[in-house]
């Protein structure tokens, strides 16, 4: 399968702690972003990365998440301090030039 | 700030009808439009892209892209129950590349057996 990877599918944490996500992309692809997304809403963009650098992060982006791309290939979004408002649909998506296609996505749980 | 704007439906459409979804966008230099498909509990599909106005067909998919009017839609001919899903709306940012694409809230289509 030469789709966009995602793990862990579901994760279900207790408020506070530290979570990690990791995304594989289409290997072809340079260009890497993170979405979020609540029930009833259409994805929302987090960060952006082109190869290795992350070119650009949104206002949504707050200090307690972090992402990387080391080596511009796999990406990580790490978030810390989880919030009951952190709980969505943590999206990867992979991009030639500006389609996304997406990951299977991680649900956050955060109870 | 860019804005799509989708009704969320939802729009229920008799098995084998024509399901007709709209969408209006706020940028005026947008150049290309994305319809995805979204299954419940699922991550986005992309089924369509349109770049140029007029219609673009794919199977029983078109879209239709007027510029002047801000505008895009998506017909989906002899609608079967497998098209019900929740159908989202994305506009990528100028010049193609940062912020990503910008979502409308989806449509909610429900094909009536």
């Known amino acids: 399968d030469t789709g966009v990877s995602q793990d862990p599918r579901h994760k279900i944490t207790k408020r506070g702690q530290n979570v990690t996500f990791r995304c594989d992309p289409i290997s072809e692809h340079n260009r890497l972003y993170w979405y979020r997304q609540t029930l009833g809403q259409g994805p929302e963009f987090l960060t952006y990365f082109q190869n290795e650098a992350q070119l650009e992060k949104s206002r949504l982006l707050s200090d307690r998440f972090s992402a990387e791309r080391p080596k511009g290939s796999f990406s990580t979004l790490e978030i810390q301090r989880t919030e009951q408002g952190d709980s969505a649909m943590y999206l990867c998506?992979?991009?030639?030039?500006?389609?996304?296609?997406f990951g299977q996505g991680t649900r956050l749980t955060v109870v | 700030q860019k804005e799509v704007e989708q009704n969320s439906g939802p729009l229920s459409v008799p098995e084998g009808a024509i399901a007709s979804l709209n969408c209006t966008y706020s940028d005026r230099v947008s150049q290309s439009f994305f319809w995805y498909r979204q299954y419940s509990g699922k991550s986005p599909e992309l089924i369509m892209s349109i770049y140029s106005n007029g219609d673009k067909e794919d199977g029983r998919f078109t879209a239709q892209l007027n510029k002047a009017s801000q505008y895009v839609s998506l017909l989906i001919r002899d609608s079967q129950p497998s098209d019900s899903a929740t159908y989202l709306c994305a506009v990528p940012p100028e010049g193609g590349g940062a912020d990503g694409l910008t979502f409308g809230k989806g449509t909610h289509l429900i094909i009536q057996p």
């Open positions: 998506a992979s991009s030639p030039w500006t389609e996304a296609f």
